[in-house]
T-cell receptor
Framework: GDSVTQMEGPVTLSEEAFLTINCTYTATGYPSLFWYVQYPGEGLQLLLKATKADDKGSNKGFEATYRKETTSFHLEKGSVQVSDSAVYFCALTLYNFNKFYFGSGTKLNVKP | GAVVSQHPSRVICKSGTSVKIECRSLDFQATTMFWYRQFPKQSLMLMATSNEGSKATYEQGVEKDKFLINHASLTLSTLTVTSAHPEDSSFYIC???????????FGPGTRLTVL
């Protein structure tokens, strides 16, 4: 079936460190891939997305590349800030952005 | 723009009572809304898809008589947990799919605790 697997957290980094959060997927068709971020007490916010293989999504210094050959969509940021502390969810959807499949979420803690 | 609200944000109730959770798209129309349930340290799991003016479609394993969904307008969907039990305690999140571009926007979630 369709599913998303992402690395367990929490991930704790110092400010300005490099971030990678791994995400791999299994899909029966050709999914669109997403990263959502959830700040404490708030809803999920779309961080970036990619709709086809080799596309790179980017936003606020975060990047992720849709790798069909490795079925991956790893999230990266070159220099994290304290304000990036949140829970990050990898997700996929098939066919007209209907049903979403989410990873379990990775909590990021950035220390000053 | 594209804000989705949920009410209440947190609710505590006694076992056997019913609880209603509202999901509203504040500045756009949503013919389709979705209800998810999030267990601690686990994924969001889709419970049901709610279409305005028609019956909701439930995912396998979700009891439709226990989780009543009503999508009365293009901006409001409600989830009623009937005869709640402690195992229904969870974080419930809705999303609304914007008519036109199909992008989904998520609400802040409702924490339900059943004593």
């Amino acid at each position: 079936g369709d599913s998303v697997t992402q690395m367990e957290g929490p991930v704790t980094l110092s400010e300005e460190a490099f971030l990678t959060i791994n995400c791999t997927y299994t899909a029966t068709g050709y999914p669109s891939l997403f990263w959502y971020v959830q700040y404490p007490g708030e809803g999920l916010q779309l961080l970036l997305k990619a709709t086809k293989a080799d596309d790179k999504g980017s936003n606020k210094g975060f990047e992720a590349t849709y790798r069909k050959e490795t079925t991956s969509f790893h999230l990266e940021k070159g220099s994290v800030q304290v304000s990036d502390s949140a829970v990050y969810f990898c997700a996929l959807t098939l066919y007209n952005f209907n049903k979403f499949y989410f990873g379990s979420g990775t909590k990021l803690n950035v220390k000053p | 723009g594209a804000v989705v609200s949920q009410h209440p944000s947190r609710v505590i109730c006694k076992s056997g009572t019913s609880v209603k959770i509202e999901c509203r798209s504040l500045d756009f129309q949503a013919t389709t809304m979705f209800w998810y349930r999030q267990f601690p340290k686990q994924s969001l799991m889709l419970m049901a898809t709610s279409n305005e003016g028609s019956k909701a479609t439930y995912e396998q394993g979700v009891e439709k008589d226990k989780f009543l969904i009503n999508h009365a307008s293009l901006t409001l969907s409600t989830l009623t947990v009937t005869s709640a039990h402690p195992e229904d305690s969870s974080f419930y999140i809705c999303s609304a799919r914007r008519s036109g571009d199909n992008e989904q926007f998520f609400g802040p979630g409702t924490r339900l605790t059943v004593l």
